[in-house]
């Protein structure tokens, strides 16, 4: 996407609407990029007519019910958003299973995108249902919901962040403009020029392959580490720049996450707007409401939320097997982490000069954590790629 011309042109239409629309008439200026946005992923998506109603009825449906939950919370009558939410929720589950359920028709619900405005669609009913947004408007939450640069792979604003950003849209300096420029063209070296070199040597090419051995498998993994970040980043990359060259301040996506020395530090270093909508959004609620039905255990309160947590993100992933079982791995690793493996730190006191012995552990330690880690999640890259009847068929 960030390599045609329609979607400059179109960034090049942004501006005029951000600057020119004043604040004073900030439902009409959000309605206007709204309505660039889905014309812009129309033309450069491919969407059908179909997909294009399925995702603006789910859009309005979403800023209707968002509207209905915020003046509920403004009078002090809290209300379950979960009503509001399964509509959407369930036009999601039905494009995910319609291949294996066999309902043809229903891959009008399978578009590229769906699953992010299904997650924008959860935390922005949550917030409201919870009175923590106010002056919620029609033409913000889908200007929320359609915003183009990342509607495909995020990064993922929350309503918050967003309606703060396009309200006061922060005009770029030079300085801006050629960091966002140079952002902009790390991102696409990544997305066409890392990915493409990459990719047909690592697990994608087992997808198709009769059999495979083990250490082809083991190569495929750890190749298919640096592929997946190189898109995912790369994308991230493009979509933060290209909107700091419009005034729209945009979340980071990914901090170095192969560095991480645990696998917890690397959740929250990968994919960083879903890992806390994952830990704010599901993670804590299940924590307070699983102490109702199981009391005060700690190991099993942290087993089970970690776990549950994990499995829902294996699953918004796909809904098949590996998928699941991803979900799974990584909600064990974090668990047996967080249960097992993990020590407070003891801070170092000031004007501790440590002898070069123990400068030589802490570096070992640490570079360990970070062989470990990384060797970890590559391993389960196996998971998320490979079919299971592939990967234990072989």
Known sequence: MFDTPLFYAALCGLLPILYLVPASRIQIRTSLVAILSLGILWRLLGMAVSEMVVLLV???????????????????????????????????????????????????????GFSFLVIKSWTLLKDASDGRLKGITLGGVCAYLFYFPTFVSGPMHTYGEFDRSISKPAAPGFKQIVDAVFRLLVGITKLKLVVFLIEPMSLVALVDAPSFTLGQLVKGCFLYSIVIYASFSGYSDAAIATSSLAGIATPENFRSPYLSPTIREFWQRWHITFTRVLTSYLFVPIARWLPKWIGDRRTLLTLLTTIVTFVACGYWHGPTLNFILWGLYHGIGIAFYDLVLRRPVQPLKAGLVLTRAERTLVVARHAGGILTTFTFVSVGWALFVLPIGKLFGS
Not at 60 to 66: D, E, H, K, V
Not at 80 to 97: D, E, Y
């Open 58 to 112: 789910t859009g309005l449906w979403t800023a209707l019910s968002a509207m209905a939950l915020a003046r509920k919370a403004a009078v002090g009558s809290k209300r379950n958003f979960f009503p509001a939410f399964m509509p959407v929720l369930g036009i999601w589950a039905l494009g995910k299973h319609s291949a294996q359920i066999g309902l043809d028709t229903a891959s009008v619900f399978r578009f590229v």
